[in-house]
């Protein structure tokens, strides 16, 4: 069983950037796509990004399209998500998750525990 724990978050201004790691064990992340989720306070969990096992294709939800960067070190057994020009909204626990693609979409199967992204404006 994969055990993933986050890493990263933080205070930040608007505009800034910010850089999540989801160290990976008990299981390498070579053959797995992986995913980035968030939840804001009294709303329900979303996707925000996942990439392939193979990281040849990468997913972006259009609220983070062009700011937020997906990547995976199959070496480090470690998924980064890039945060770039960040904004009030993206406020929220991001948590990464261990799974699949099937027909584009990501099924997830196991989850970290998140961390705190909070944005001042």
């Known amino acids: 069983q994969v055990q993933l724990v986050e890493s990263g978050g933080g205070l930040v201004q608007a505009g800034g950037s910010l850089r999540l790691s989801c160290a990976a064990s008990?299981?390498?992340?070579?053959?797995?796509?992986m995913g980035w989720f968030r939840q804001a306070p009294g709303k329900e969990r979303e996707f925000v990004a996942s990439?392939?096992?193979?990281?040849?294709?990468?997913y972006y939800a259009d609220s983070v399209k062009g700011r937020f960067t997906i990547s995976k070190d199959n070496a480090k057994n470690t998924v980064y998500l890039q945060m770039n020009t960040l904004k009030s909204e993206d406020t929220a626990v991001y948590s990464c998750a261990q799974g699949s693609h099937i027909n584009g979409r990501f099924r997830s199967s196991s989850w970290g525990q998140g961390t705190q992204v909070t944005v001042s404006s």
């Open positions: 008990g299981r390498s992340i070579r053959y797995y796509g």
């Open positions: 990439i392939t096992w193979s990281g040849g294709n990468t």
